[in-house]
């Protein structure tokens, strides 16, 4: 990979930080980048039931109003290994 360009939506609803109290539908940017810089990387969304998978940060549904996919999970961490 020589470089990669992230677009974030303003439209969306967007935290920095702690979860901000009373959030309801708002995403956690850092855990957002993250899950996006996965994909520059060659990581492809976990596969199967994305409930299963709920704690890994390629996960193909990240939640709302939670901060846990700040850093890769051991499923992430596993990926990246076997593609470097």
Same mark, same amino acid.
């Given at each position: 990979? %020589? #470089?990669?360009?992230?677009?974030?939506?303003?439209?969306?609803?967007?935290? &920095?930080?702690? %979860?901000?109290? /009373?959030?309801?539908? =708002?995403?956690?940017? #850092?855990? %957002?980048? *993250?899950?996006?810089? /996965?994909?520059?990387? /060659?990581?492809?969304? *976990?596969?199967?039931?994305? %409930?299963?998978? #709920?704690? #890994?940060?390629?996960?193909?549904?990240? =939640?709302?109003?939670? *901060?846990?996919?700040? &850093?890769?999970? *051991?499923?992430?961490?596993? /990926?990246?290994?076997?593609?470097?």
């Amino acid at each position: 990979m %020589v #470089q990669s360009d992230l677009a974030i939506n303003h439209g969306d609803s967007w935290f &920095t930080g702690a %979860v901000p109290a /009373g959030c309801s539908n =708002s995403f956690d940017l #850092q855990g %957002v980048v *993250t899950h996006e810089a /996965g994909h520059a990387y /060659g990581l492809a969304h *976990t596969p199967g039931d994305p %409930v299963t998978h #709920q704690n #890994q940060t390629m996960n193909s549904a990240l =939640s709302g109003c939670t *901060t846990k996919y700040q &850093t890769l999970g *051991t499923g992430d961490l596993n /990926g990246m290994i076997a593609l470097y």
